[in-house]
């Protein structure tokens, strides 16, 4: 198994508004969020909000895949998916700033 993390900020004035996005998420659209990992090729997705002390806060995504995943064909088709779910999900989420790239696995392991 591989896997790694990304985060994006987000700005104090749009904390709320994405703590909003996020319950909308869990709420009505975890199946899209399913159905996307299947076909993307990932196993696990993680995200957190990270608040910090100036009001602002970090968004955290981990995600786990198949050892030897290549990352750049991952990215591809991660962005490449349309599907209903993105059309609901992306210029929502896009609206904060899409993460530029995800980052280079360092360290895998099995647990």
Do not use: K
Not at 8 to 24: G, H, I, K, S, Y
Not at 39 to 49: I, T
Not at 56 to 66: C, P, T
């Amino acid at each position: 198994m591989t896997s790694t993390a990304w985060t994006l900020p987000v700005p104090e004035n749009r904390v709320q508004e994405f703590r909003d996005l996020l319950t909308a998420l869990n709420r009505d659209h975890l199946s899209g969020l399913d159905a996307r990992a299947r076909e993307v090729g990932y196993h696990r997705e993680r995200m957190w909000l990270q608040p910090d002390d100036g009001g602002s806060a970090a968004f955290i995504v981990y995600l786990e895949f198949d050892e030897g995943v290549d990352l750049a064909a991952f990215s591809e088709r991660l962005l490449a998916y349309e599907s209903e779910f993105t059309r609901w999900w992306t210029p929502r989420f896009g609206s904060f700033g899409l993460p530029g790239a995800f980052g280079e696995p360092l360290l895998s392991w099995d647990a």
